[in-house]
């Protein structure tokens, strides 16, 4: 077991070193050597997948050499993060080392050699490598030539390009190790505060509105005696947003409307904290005489246009969120002294511009 | 196709090699030289193109032309350009689909995520985002409605031609395949269709039948292409048996989707040409008889969907015939076969015998609509042997007809006459304690004061035998024999082992019980097999 480990141990480093210019030193035995180790390796995938103790293990110590500065929770490093990565590390490797120019020709050559053996060798299966790789040469393509069916600003390809970001990110959050409560939270802040933060949102709010029965979409294999069930990975988001406020500020502020109601309408405790900013920022409107209309006090405040739009939009939602969005407009109509007439209260001009029909 | 490519790889090279050294000189000797292989590089050329046309269908042939191309000791700086330049090329062709965006790139990488690992994915998310998108659903309500423009999808359709074997695109073939727009002109690019039918003959793409009915309604010269194939398989130089023939039928989807009517009718069309080029055939005949049964069946599954009257089907046909051809024999108890068999002779040969051809055509239309439902044929002729009186002259005339449909009535008469005399030389023996091969044989003789049989006559009375023997008590013991003096040349085998065949398959459709009986057919005809492919 512990040759095992050491094993995994030297062929992470060597994967590490095969993305850098250091492999300009290798010759063609050394590729040969590597090619075995990640042979043996998958071997040991499909031996011991269902084997629990040992894969437990393996998996322990790929999760923490895999994070950034071994701190569970911390940002996961590319490379061999779970046992399910160990089924195809030989195509990491090559991959790695095809895509590397540092590599000298002859190593290089052998490397192809022993990838694409050519038309004389019968190819049995198309679960060697040279079937994996021209099957995964052959979907770059298609995906290539897919997107250009775009059109307008809405194209098929971001719709695409999210969800699977989105499948991503679930994936790596059911990694997260359960014993430590705080292990999916730690991760997400980490993610929040080093990636680009609007795709960030987006890609959550997708995330939130997957199916709840998605199976994982990533991996080509079954995995068996999955540890988490799909479903948790939304409801660590939640939680997380939940806790996080300026994360939730900028979540209801910086997204679509109509991507934000559709989430509110999936998930009631966001839609309950959702109301809670709105009506937070329609507090900060006062009534201007001379224009006729609400405005904010400072420039950052919420306009009444897209305070009303955002209502409009929960209004058309199903119920119960278009009746709780009502519900909660007519209780602050009521606490702040039921007017009828407009101008004095925002929530009576709200409810009033939302007409009655709706 | 491994072969080729072995052999356009190492010329690849060589014309590489040439093509280098007449840039270089140019002197009368490379001129000569040029000149003396141009038609040789025209053909490598042809060659050429024709892989690259294949490109993305046999990515590994240009996979390991670019391999070749790669030196692994470089000895100038010209062979060093051109390793770099080839090992461009295949980085550029291996590596999956990169995210242009520095966000999304930023965050899959983030997450420790290559695009070899999310490209699958992406690819499976884009296909059924534009297959629903295709089907005008919203997807999870977060997308605002849109309209894909006749332009695109048919953008679309071209785009897709060069991927239809990749499994992942399967989802969005379906959707193409069944989409049904507004406009009134065929939206879908014509070579999509030819690329999905060729790869679904081929097997190299699964689709359910809707969709392939889809493709076929829409494109004729596919349907055309799908049952021209299904006919090399059935019509090869072995014989197939019907029970073969049904699985090559029923794995085509033809039955099935002739249960639309324009699909039904074009099919049968080709089989009608078939019959008429082959001169009437046996194997088209049986897979005719094959194919309508398999396609009643479908028929009768799809019954609370699909309702289109007979009529539809048979255009040309008496309504009240095909009702009756359409009974099943399972339905009517034994003894009362005669009564739907001497029902449809009298419609029959009300309309042969018609001189003014009516609105039913003459009688080669009749006789090849008789010959769809071919069963009641093989029954007319078991009952004639199996029935103790007298056989009905309309049942006779059926037997007749069935077997020479173009007969003048006054040879007609003469071919009933002759099986009505065998028959009764037959009845008489069919209880004989004392039965041999050389009583059979005189019972079938023809006689010496008229005209030697017509060879469809003498096709008619074998049939006769063959029953005889199957159902006489006594049959058992003189079979062999019998059939070795009736069967003496591979031609007769051949006819005999059909007869066998079609008997078999027929007892099996109809859950005949007949237990001896079947047993001696099955022996008769593995014996037969056997010695046909001894000789």
């Known amino acids: 077991m512990e040759s095992l480990l050491q094993h995994l141990e030297r062929f992470s480093e060597l994967l590490a070193v095969s993305r850098t210019t250091h492999v300009s030193t290798w010759d063609p035995a050394t590729v040969r050597r590597a090619l075995q180790w990640a042979r043996y390796l998958r071997h040991v995938h499909s031996r011991f997948g269902r084997h629990v103790r040992i894969r437990t293990a393996l998996e322990r110590r790929l999760q923490k050499r895999g994070r950034q500065d071994g701190a569970p929770g911390s940002a996961p490093v590319p490379g061999l993060t779970n046992f ?138 079954l995995e068996l005696g999955t540890p988490k069930t799909p479903g948790e990975g939304g409801q ?78 929960l209004c058309q939602a199903p119920p119960p969120l278009k009746d709780e969005v009502l519900t909660a407009l007519e209780s602050c109509k009521a606490q702040d002294g039921d007017f009828q007439v407009p101008g004095l209260s925002i929530w009576t001009d709200l409810l009033l511009a939302l007409g009655s029909g709706s | 196709m491994a072969q080729d490519s072995v052999g356009f790889s190492s010329d690849y090279q060589f014309w590489l090699q040439k093509l280098s050294v007449w840039d270089q000189a140019s002197t009368l000797e490379t001129q000569q030289d040029t000149c003396l292989h141009l038609p040789r590089f025209q053909e490598f050329l042809r060659q050429m193109y024709e892989v690259l046309k294949e490109m993305m269908k046999a990515k590994k042939i240009l ?95 071209r785009v897709c031609i060069p991927l239809v074997t990749l499994p992942d695109i399967e989802p969005l073939v379906e959707a193409l395949l069944t989409y049904h727009g507004y406009e009134p002109q065929e939206v879908l ?50 014989r197939n048996f019907l029970r073969r023939i049904e699985c090559f ?11 639309h009517p324009a699909i039904f009718r074009i099919v049968d069309e080709m089989f009608r040409c078939a019959l008429l080029e082959t001169d009437g055939a046996p194997e088209v005949l049986a897979a005719i008889q094959v194919f309508t049964w398999c396609f009643v069946e479908a028929l009768e599954k799809k019954n609370k ?95 007749a007809f069935s ?35 050389k009583d059979l044989q005189a019972a079938a003789a023809e006689s010496r004061d008229r005209d030697p049989r017509p060879p469809l006559c003498q096709q008619l009375i074998r049939r006769l035998i063959l029953n005889f023997l199957l159902w006489a008590p006594g049959g058992h013991v003189i079979a062999r024999e019998v059939i070795t003096l009736m069967a003496p040349t591979d031609e007769l085998t051949y006819e005999m082992t059909g007869l066998l065949d079609q008997t078999l398959y027929r007892w099996d459709h109809l859950c005949m019980e007949a237990p001896r009986s079947r047993k001696l057919a099955r022996e008769l005809l593995a014996e037969l097999r056997s010695a046909g492919t001894a000789r």
Request: proline share 6%; with cysteine.
């Open chain 1, 84 to 221: 399910q990565a160990l089924g195809r590390c030989d195509r990491l490797l090559s991959l790695r080392l095809l895509e590397n120019r540092a590599l000298g020709d002859a190593a290089y050559h052998y490397l192809l050699q022993q990838l694409f053996p050519g038309p004389g060798v019968p190819d049995a299966d198309e679960e060697t490598l040279q079937g994996s790789l021209v099957r995964l040469a052959r979907r770059g393509s298609a995906v290539h030539m897919l997107r250009f069916i775009g059109y307008g600003e809405n194209s098929v390809l971001e719709d695409a390009v999210l969800k699977t970001q989105a499948e991503l990110l679930l994936e790596r959050l059911r990694e997260v190790p359960k014993a430590e409560a705080e292990g999916p939270s730690r991760f997400l802040s980490t993610l929040w505060d080093r990636l680009p933060q609007n795709n960030f949102l987006k890609v959550i709010a997708v995330a939130l509105l997957l199916p709840p029965s998605s199976p994982r979409p990533q991996g080509e294999e």
């Open chain 2, 305 to 399: 969907q699909l309702k289109f009257t007979f009529k539809t089907y048979f255009p040309y046909a008496s309504p009240s015939l095909i009702m009756v051809l359409l009974q099943h024999p399972k339905e009517i108890p034994q003894e009362l076969w005669h009564q739907p068999l001497k029902h449809i002779s009298e419609m029959l040969r009300e309309i042969v015998e018609d001189q003014t051809h009516g609105s039913y055509g003459g009688p080669f239309e009749c006789w090849f609509l008789f010959i769809h439902f071919g069963g009641w044929a093989d029954i007319v002729a078991e009952q004639l042997v199996m029935s103790e009186a007298e056989p009905p002259e309309a049942l006779l005339w059926l037997l």
């Open chain 2, 249 to 259: 039928l029923k794995d085509s989807l033809l039955p099935e989707a002739a249960c």
């Open chain 2, 189 to 238: 690019w014509p070579e999509f269709f030819d690329a999905v039918n060729e790869a679904f003959l081929l097997k190299k793409i699964s689709l359910p039948t809707s969709a392939v009915v889809c493709l076929w309604l829409r494109h004729l010269p596919s349907l055309e292409k799908a049952t021209l194939h299904l006919f090399d398989k059935l019509i090869s130089s072995e």
């Open chain 2, 403 to 437: 077997y020479s449909p173009r007969d003048r009535s006054l040879q007609r008469t003469q071919t009933m006459i002759e099986v009505k005399a065998v028959l009764g030389h037959l009845k008489k023996l069919f209880r004989s304690p004392t039965l041999s091969a």
């Open chain 1, 236 to 313: 660590e988001l939640i939680r997380w947003l939940l806790a996080k406020s300026d994360v939730m500020a900028a979540f209801c502020h910086n997204l679509p409307v109509g991507l934000l109601t559709s989430v509110a309408g999936r998930h009631p405790e966001l839609s309950r904290a959702y109301l809670g900013l709105l009506t937070d920022w329609g507090r900060h409107l006062r009534y201007d005489l001379e224009k006729g209309t609400w405005v904010g006090a400072e420039s950052q405040h919420v306009s009444w246009e897209e305070l009303y739009g955002r209502f409009q939009s």
């Open chain 2, 63 to 157: 996979i390991w032309c670019l391999c070749c191309l790669i030196n692994k000791e470089p000895q100038n700086s010209e062979e060093s350009k051109l390793n770099s330049w080839t090992r461009g090329l295949l980085s550029h062709i291996l590596s999956a689909f990169r995210f242009d965006t520095k966000e999304v790139g930023l965050f899959t990488q983030g997450l420790g995520y290559a695009p070899a690992d999310y490209c699958p994915g992406l690819l499976k998310n884009m296909v059924l985002s534009l297959a629903s998108e295709l089907r005008e659903n919203h997807l999870n309500g977060f997308n605002t409605q849109r309209r894909m423009v006749p332009e695109k999808i048919r953008f679309l359709s």
